[in-house]
């Protein structure tokens, strides 16, 4: 696997959108509960420069789980690109109204639950469905990153409350079962829904690397022929937390041309399908 920034394989040429990347740097305040303090900055500099390298037209940044519901660094980042970039914000169901409008006018997209590591909250409860009503209201969607096995009764309270959800990093199958995980083929059978969506991304947080491209590969295959590239994106999950030593963004957009064959549909996944849900070209509810 090549692991330096520098050793480059050919640019992505056109509209293309990296749906998943963090910036942050060291110094600001970090969330009471986290599972990883990182040691180095990652700059919005340094991540639109790697788009421009690898010829990558758009990006989204997702607030990293670390900084807690502090968004402020993120908008910053939106607000100094805001051609180029989108963002996903981590909120409390308490979040007002006029918060949310106002992440909204610099870019954000939609809000991030991320449960690794924590119990699934109460989508139920009043607070909850009053802010999911109002990520609806903004035509926003829902991402969620948390193993598999926990994913149905995710997925189950997020669509029922009538909400587009985005699934990060394949759905975080089980390593050692792969795409036999009963959580990984029950969010195959969530395609019918036509409100999901699922990003092929950071293989190295499921499989053992360098070997990871291999069982991504069948992962991916068999989310293609469930969602169809209408329903799958591609993220290079940078900075790599807490994976740094595994992977590279080189590395990230190579694994994706050894995931997807056609170009068509690789188009679609890079292109078509995230310029809209982000809103990059705008959208019609």
């Not at 926990?150 to 699934?167: F, H």
Request: aromatic residues 6%; contains cysteine.
């Amino acid at each position: 696997m090549q692991n330096q920034e520098t050793d480059l394989p050919p640019p992505v040429t056109g509209a293309a959108v990296d749906t998943h990347a963090h910036v942050f740097r060291q110094g600001l305040a970090l969330a009471d509960t986290r599972r990883h303090t990182p040691d180095y900055d990652a700059t919005l500099a340094d991540y639109l420069a790697l788009l421009d390298t690898h010829g990558l037209s758009h990006g989204v940044l997702v607030q990293p789980s670390f900084l807690g519901t502090d968004n402020s660094h993120m908008v910053q980042a939106l607000r100094a690109a805001s051609k180029r970039l989108r963002g996903v914000a981590v909120v409390t169901p308490e979040v007002s109204e006029a918060e949310l409008r106002t992440l909204a006018d610099a870019g954000v997209v939609g809000i991030r639950l991320n449960l690794i590591g924590l119990e699934l909250p109460d989508l139920n409860a009043p607070a909850w469905r009053t802010l999911l009503d109002r990520v609806n209201a903004l035509h926003w969607h829902v991402e969620i990153h948390l193993q598999a096995a926990r994913l149905q009764g995710a997925l189950s309270a997020l669509l029922a409350a009538g909400c587009r959800v985005v699934v990060d990093h394949f759905g975080r199958p089980d390593p050692a079962l792969g795409v036999s995980d009963p959580g990984f083929q029950h969010l195959l059978r969530q395609a019918d829904s036509g409100c999901v969506w699922v990003k092929l991304s950071a293989p190295y947080r499921n499989w053992a690397a360098p070997a990871c491209a291999a069982p991504g590969r069948l992962a991916a295959q068999q989310l293609l022929d469930a969602y169809t590239p209408e329903r799958l994106m591609w993220g290079s999950d940078w900075p790599h937390t807490e994976h740094r030593h595994l992977a590279s963004y080189p590395a990230a957009t190579q694994w994706l041309d050894a995931w997807i064959d056609d170009p068509a549909q690789r188009r679609i996944l890079l292109a078509d399908t995230p310029l809209k849900l982000f809103q990059f070209q705008g959208e019609t509810p």
